[in-house]
């Protein structure tokens, strides 16, 4: 049974960094592209970056210089790490496998001003 399963999210003040994480199991991590994405209130959810088996990686605009996504193949587990957060970035964050279409239950992440 795939699984994916987010942590590190919390509360911080702009300017503020967390390290998000995306523990994955039952599937073959290595061979997968995962993929990082976000829900803000009212809002759609929203693309924010991606990292492929080969550890390319893909960005949103607007996080580009701010968000690194990274994997630990070691570990079956990607990272967010984000710096310089806004309140803008305040959303339900996501981690999603593209092979099946798997998604994890999300973490909070609020900032603020």
């Known amino acids: 049974q795939v699984q994916l399963v987010e942590s590190g999210g919390g509360s911080v003040q702009a300017g503020g960094s967390l390290r998000l994480s995306c523990a994955t199991s039952g599937m073959p991590f290595s061979s997968n592209a995962i993929g990082w994405y976000r829900q803000a209130p009212g809002k759609q959810r929203e693309f924010v970056a991606t990292i492929g088996s080969d550890g390319d990686t893909t960005y949103k605009e607007s996080v580009k210089g701010r968000f690194t996504i990274s994997r630990d193949n070691t570990k079956n587990t990607v990272y967010l790490q984000m710096n310089s957060l806004q309140p803008v970035d305040t959303a339900v964050y996501y981690c999603?496998?593209?092979?099946?279409?798997?998604w994890g239950q999300g973490t909070q992440v609020t900032v603020s001003s």
């Open positions: 999603k496998e593209y092979r099946w279409g798997y």
